[in-house]
């Protein structure tokens, strides 16, 4: 089925499509957050992103509350991680974009990355069996036998013989979790702190293929070949996204863009972009201001992919909401300033006298424009949230009205309140840094406890 879009769009109108399939062109529900809510997040986007940093809330409770609003985060961890024996019944965790948790349906669609050769593998798999003959066999007997366990208890397999580092930890233990994790011979969960805990696959996938990760390459019975399963993952894609460049598409789940290293001769984004027009999945369109076609998601959902929404464009984007890092919008930087004019670099990992904005931005969405970020810290022990610098972005979306200054700062100064009430901090301080800062400072001394 095709819409009624037409094949030539504006930059306004791809933004919405793309927006709305992100479930952030309107409003978030008044009503209270429920777990089909998360279901309904985790089935549409087939991917959530996780990470450790915890400066703000940790990424993966981030776009649930962009979407839906305050919500218990132990109801998130309960649906991801709370089934009595530590595994979820609706999801697994491994490596979609980047470390992300996905739906269990599309576990088939993983086998084939698991069980690839890649430089890491070969080079971790050498220093092993070069340091510790056995160990990885020894580690995966254990879990085996006494998982969920955590990398400690594990250790005696190998004791450490140096401190363990301040950012990596290369004990030969923990290497061999990792290891085993990724090559699918061991499956993973979240444990009390958000600690990664191993098991079994068949206990944490529920699934009778012991020997998943065996190394063989050969697939289950279950598991998708490396060709359909790539060409699956991107039509999954198609769908959460609404209306994107087929490279677009491969970053969501971190597909290659050209297919043809280490022995992967099939497919590319071009191919599977062509496939999912000729099995009427999607339409080319043109759009304005885009150097390159899209792909607008054309299917309906069926019993065997529910997932699919056919693109389409609400007319007015309503919604505002401070978006995470970590969030898909933000994933993929062509595409986010090519749509909304806005140049985005995640600083954390930048040296503090080199930062621009801040260590923890986040993008700031009104309507369907993001005309400004924030830098902001959860000070947990002073009950506050720190908005450590405010900036508007300097340009503006394509074909879009710019906005006030006044405008920003009172959607932001709601946004804020949100979150603030949200993560139980009754307080909020805004630092004197950034150019929107006189703006929103002005508006909060009139509204916020000092």
């Known amino acids: ?51 450790t940093v915890n400066v703000l809330a940790r990424a993966h409770y981030l776009p649930m509350f962009s979407r839906f609003g305050a919500y218990a985060t132990a109801d998130l961890d309960q649906f991801l991680w709370g089934a009595p024996d530590g595994h979820s019944a609706h999801a697994f965790e491994h490596w979609g ?19 690839a050769r890649t430089t890491w593998r070969d080079h971790r798999e050498a220093w092993l069996a070069s340091e510790r003959p056995g160990l990885v066999d020894e580690v995966r007997a254990w879990v085996e036998q006494s998982g969920p366990v955590v990398g400690a208890d594990v250790e005696h397999l190998a004791p450490r013989e140096g401190p363990k580092g301040p950012w990596w930890d290369r004990s030969h233990t923990k290497t061999a979790l990792e290891l085993l994790f990724l090559t699918g011979t061991v499956g993973a969960s979240r444990g009390k702190h958000f600690a990664r805990t191993y098991d079994s696959t068949v206990r944490a996938w529920r699934t009778v293929a012991a020997d998943f990760g065996d190394g063989s390459g050969e697939p289950h019975p279950w598991a998708l070949p490396a ?99 970590f969030d898909p919008v933000c994933w993929f930087r062509p595409r986010l300033k090519r749509m909304f004019g806005m140049d985005y670099r995640i600083e954390i990992y930048t040296p503090q006298p080199k930062r621009v904005y801040g260590y923890y931005c986040l993008p700031l969405l009104v309507g369907d424009q993001i005309p400004a970020r924030f830098d902001l810290k959860a000070d947990r022990k002073a009950g506050t949230l720190l908005v450590q610098s405010s900036w508007r972005e300097p340009t503006t979306a394509p074909g879009a ?12 100064l709601t946004e804020l309140e949100a979150m603030a009430q949200w993560l139980g901090l009754p307080r909020i301080h805004v630092a004197p840094v950034g150019d929107l800062a006189p703006a929103l400072t002005a508006l909060a001394g009139h509204t916020l406890p000092r």
């Open 1 to 51: 089925m095709t819409t009624s879009l037409g094949t030539s769009l504006s930059a306004a109108q791809a933004r919405r499509i793309f927006l709305n399939a992100q479930g952030l062109a309107r409003r978030r529900p008044s009503r209270r957050v429920r777990e089909r809510d998360f279901a309904s997040y985790l089935e549409f986007q087939g991917v959530l992103q996780l990470d």
């Open 401 to 412: 009205r710019r906005l006030s200054d006044e405008r920003i700062a009172a959607t932001a």
């Open 227 to 325: 060709a359909a399963a790539r060409q699956a993952l991107f039509d999954r894609a198609l769908s959460a996204c609404g209306i994107s460049t087929p490279k677009d598409l491969c970053d969501h789940f971190r597909l290659p863009y050209q297919v043809g290293s280490r022995g992967m001769t099939e497919g590319g984004a071009r191919a599977w972009a062509e496939s999912a027009v000729e099995r009427g999945l999607a339409q080319w369109v043109e759009v304005e201001g885009w150097t390159e076609p899209a792909l607008l998601a054309t299917a309906e959902p069926s019993p065997e992919a529910p997932w699919r929404r056919v693109a389409a464009d609400p007319g007015r984007a309503t919604a505002s909401a401070l978006l995470s890092p």
């Open 97 to 115: 974009h980047e470390a992300s948790v996905m739906p269990l349906d599309v576990l088939p669609l993983m086998h084939h990355r698991m069980v």
